[in-house]
């Protein structure tokens, strides 16, 4: 709980327990669940938290506002680790109007069973809510990362809050670089919506933003352009920096002395190498590193006929993330049908902008002199394509 600026205040809480969010995400350092209330003659509270922590923050809500009553609610997401307090907050603040959108309502109504018809303000996309002495103009995003997601923008404090968008893992007491887990959120939660993130950014283009609250992480209010860019980046589909991700699953380490050997010739040529073991490394730190390099290489066992299941896994993972404009190297293993190379690149056939480089390295349960061969030949073909 704590002033940001004049009549704006952090209402939200750290979760330091959780292990996985969305029950599926591992966080390491927690996560923050981020809710503001915003005051001029009229006060909003901005979104909730999680249901663990419905008491805190309604005990937050309670000092900041002191001797006042809140207004109104603001529902800009509806995902339940922001909204699950709403309906309590509702309870015990029967005079606070219900602010969302027509799509809110429906979900409000489908967890709580209620859809506030008599209480509730239903805004537009570009609406504004005169708080008195300033307002909150709604920017609508959605699908960043449901249907029903909205934005506002303060116009007295000049702040965007940016509901789920330029959020990241870990909770706020753990003091971290944002970029890491910030890119492995967007890129595990929002990837697959980079075209409504971009819609988005179209939009607050026109506005003149000096800090941004989002709904996870920290507040972000120094250089800006920064993290605009990354997001500009990462929503466009465009590799943050050159380099090859040599992303792999090993069975009795074959493949893996054939992915060293890769990284060492791409190391010799001058190219940035980074390796990913698949089985041995949680899918969403694979996930953010395959989108933050411009080539990637997949090199895998045959199964079953078939690719070794966790790359057939992180394939699907790209796929449905709309993974493109990258160059792609691939490496098969088998000892007497290798088969992978050709259902990878059939998996990846969808995405636009690949540019596969050969040779298809082939090895033969080990690695020998033709395989190496044709592994100096592949890192001789990815140098140059990063050149190009
Ligand atoms: Fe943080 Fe989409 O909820």
């Given at each position: 709980?704590?002033?940001?600026?004049?009549?704006?205040?952090?209402?939200?809480?750290?979760?330091?327990?959780?292990?996985?969010?969305?029950?599926?995400?591992?966080?390491?350092?927690?996560?923050?669940?981020?809710?503001?209330v915003v005051c001029g003659?009229?006060?909003?509270?901005?979104?909730?938290?999680?249901?663990?922590?419905?008491?805190?923050?309604?005990?937050?809500?309670?000092?900041?506002?002191?001797?006042?009553?809140?207004?109104?609610?603001?529902?800009?997401?509806?995902?339940?680790?922001?909204?699950?307090n709403v309906f309590e907050?509702?309870?015990?603040?029967?005079?606070?109007?219900?602010?969302?959108?027509?799509?809110?309502?429906?979900m409000l109504n489908e967890?709580?069973?209620?859809?506030?018809?008599?209480?509730?303000?239903?805004?537009?996309?570009?609406?504004?809510?005169?708080?008195?002495?300033?307002?909150?103009?709604?920017?609508?995003?959605?699908?960043?990362?449901?249907?029903?997601?909205?934005?506002?923008?303060?116009?007295?404090?000049?702040?965007?809050?940016?509901?789920?968008?330029?959020?990241?893992?870990?909770?706020?007491?753990?003091?971290?670089?944002?970029?890491?887990?910030?890119?492995?959120?967007?890129?595990?939660?929002?990837?697959?919506?980079?075209?409504?993130?971009?819609?988005?950014?179209?939009?607050?283009?026109?506005?003149?933003?000096?800090?941004?609250?989002?709904?996870?992480?920290?507040?972000?209010?120094?250089?800006?352009?920064?993290?605009?860019?990354?997001?500009?980046?990462?929503?466009?589909?465009?590799?943050?920096?050159?380099?090859?991700?040599?992303?792999?699953?090993?069975?009795?380490?074959?493949?893996?002395?054939?992915?060293?050997?890769?990284?060492?010739?791409?190391?010799?040529?001058?190219?940035?190498?980074?390796?990913?073991?698949?089985?041995?490394?949680?899918?969403?730190?694979?996930?953010?590193?395959?989108?933050?390099?411009?080539?990637?290489?997949?090199?895998?066992?045959?199964?079953?006929?078939?690719?070794?299941?966790?790359?057939?896994?992180?394939?699907?993972?790209?796929?449905?993330?709309?993974?493109?404009?990258?160059?792609?190297?691939?490496?098969?293993?088998?000892?007497?049908?290798?088969?992978?190379?050709?259902?990878?690149?059939?998996?990846?056939?969808?995405?636009?902008?690949?540019?596969?480089?050969?040779?298809?390295?082939?090895?033969?349960?080990?690695?020998?002199?033709?395989?190496?061969?044709?592994?100096?030949?592949?890192?001789?073909?990815?140098?140059?394509?990063?050149?190009?």
């Amino acid at each position: 709980m704590k002033d940001i600026s004049d009549g704006l205040y952090y209402v939200g809480v750290d979760d330091t327990e959780i292990d996985l969010f969305e029950g599926i995400l591992p966080v390491k350092h927690g996560m923050a669940y981020n809710s503001y209330v915003v005051c001029g003659e009229k006060c909003a509270v901005l979104d909730s938290v999680d249901a663990h922590f419905g008491e805190k923050w309604l005990e937050n809500v309670k000092k900041t506002l002191g001797e006042r009553k809140p207004d109104y609610i603001v529902v800009l997401h509806m995902e339940p680790d922001h909204s699950a307090n709403v309906f309590e907050f509702t309870r015990q603040y029967p005079e606070a109007k219900v602010v969302g959108n027509n799509k809110t309502f429906v979900m409000l109504n489908e967890f709580f069973g209620e859809d506030y018809a008599d209480r509730r303000v239903v805004v537009k996309d570009g609406d504004s809510l005169d708080l008195g002495g300033r307002s909150l103009k709604f920017i609508f995003a959605p699908m960043v990362h449901w249907p029903e997601v909205m934005t506002c923008y303060d116009d007295k404090s000049k702040s965007l809050f940016s509901a789920d968008a330029f959020g990241k893992f870990g909770a706020l007491s753990y003091d971290e670089k944002w970029e890491d887990e910030a890119r492995r959120y967007y890129f595990a939660i929002v990837g697959k919506y980079g075209m409504q993130v971009q819609a988005l950014l179209k939009k607050l283009s026109l506005y003149q933003i000096e800090r941004i609250c989002p709904l996870h992480g920290p507040i972000l209010s120094d250089n800006l352009g920064y993290y605009l860019g990354l997001y500009n980046k990462w929503s466009n589909y465009d590799p943050e920096e050159k380099g090859v991700l040599v992303a792999y699953s090993t069975v009795y380490g074959h493949t893996e002395k054939a992915v060293d050997m890769l990284c060492n010739e791409l190391e010799k040529r001058g190219v940035k190498a980074r390796k990913c073991n698949l089985i041995r490394t949680e899918r969403t730190y694979c996930i953010a590193e395959a989108f933050r390099y411009s080539a990637i290489v997949l090199a895998t066992t045959t199964y079953n006929g078939e690719m070794f299941p966790t790359m057939r896994e992180f394939v699907d993972c790209l796929t449905e993330r709309n993974f493109k404009n990258r160059v792609v190297g691939l490496i098969e293993n088998g000892s007497w049908a290798p088969f992978a190379a050709k259902a990878m690149q059939a998996k990846l056939e969808g995405c636009k902008d690949l540019k596969f480089v050969e040779p298809y390295v082939k090895i033969r349960s080990a690695l020998n002199d033709e395989s190496e061969r044709e592994l100096k030949a592949l890192a001789e073909a990815l140098a140059a394509a990063l050149k190009s």
